[in-house]
């Protein structure tokens, strides 16, 4: 089975401010992983992926993940966050060739200008 | 850009009543989910649906829920008999299929509230 854990159910942080949402993930086989964003009253937005290759992902809007498959995390980092950043970050894993897509928890990114 | 739509975005029921949650998925894939996500909670596996069978589904997609998808575009979710419990938004999701098989990028629709009286 597969699981993804996020630490931070809400991470506040000052306008340009850098940051780092985080996520591990559990699974027996090689996975696929996702960030998705949710702005308030909206649906799931794929920000970027992980399938396979550069360790490093870039996605929209300036964010940026680092698969590193040692500690099976899957971090989420901006440099320089913008108030249109406040929602809410979604990890996902996925395995090969499976059926369903498994979300975290969420974190709550709560940018204070 | 192609997307996933939804409707109704907003429904009101009474408990016991059926409802019917529609979605259009988009136009070349061929992996159609369901996920739900009650108020402030996680966002849940519900049901995928794959070849116009169910692929997998979780402990949640009991009896009372079912999935149909009876034309070459929309794919339905029943819930044949609704408690408060099943208030939540629910999501549509579709995915294409690569060389490799499913990769899992879902794209969502917008979802359908849900709210049972």
């Known amino acids: 089975a597969q699981s993804v854990t996020q630490l931070d159910s809400q991470v506040p942080v000052f306008e340009e401010a850098p940051v780092e949402l985080r996520c591990n993930y559990s699974?027996?086989?090689?996975?696929?992983l996702f960030w998705y964003v949710q702005y308030p009253n909206q649906g799931l937005q794929l920000l970027l992926k992980?399938?396979?290759?550069?360790?490093l992902v870039k996605g929209i809007n300036g964010f940026e993940a680092e698969f590193n498959k040692s500690q099976t995390s899957f971090h989420l980092r901006k440099p320089s966050v913008h108030i249109s950043d406040t929602a809410e970050y979604f990890c996902?894993?996925?395995?090969?060739?499976?059926?369903?897509?498994?979300f975290g928890t969420g974190t709550k990114l709560q940018v204070i200008p | 850009e192609p997307e996933v739509t939804q409707t109704p975005s907003h429904q009101v029921t009474q408990m016991g009543q059926e409802v019917i949650l529609r979605c259009v998925p988009i136009?070349?894939?061929?992996?159609f989910y369901w996920y739900r996500q009650i108020l402030g909670q996680k966002v849940e596996f519900l049901v995928s649906?794959?070849?116009?069978?169910?692929?997998?589904k979780s402990e949640i997609f009991d009896d009372q829920f079912s999935v149909e998808r009876p034309d070459g575009s929309n794919f339905t979710l029943k819930i044949r008999s609704t408690k408060l419990e099943d208030s939540a938004m629910y999501f549509c999701?579709?995915?294409?299929?690569?060389?490799?098989?499913?990769?899992?990028?879902?794209?969502f629709g917008e979802g359908s509230r849900l709210t049972v009286l």
């Open positions: 649906f794959y070849n116009n069978e169910i692929s997998e």
């Open positions: 996902a894993v996925s395995d090969w060739g499976y059926q369903k897509v498994t």
């Open positions: 992980y399938l396979s290759g550069s360790t």
């Open positions: 136009s070349n894939h061929l992996y």
């Open positions: 699974s027996s086989v090689s996975v696929y």
């Open positions: 999701a579709s995915s294409e299929v690569s060389r490799g098989g499913n990769t899992g990028e879902l794209f």
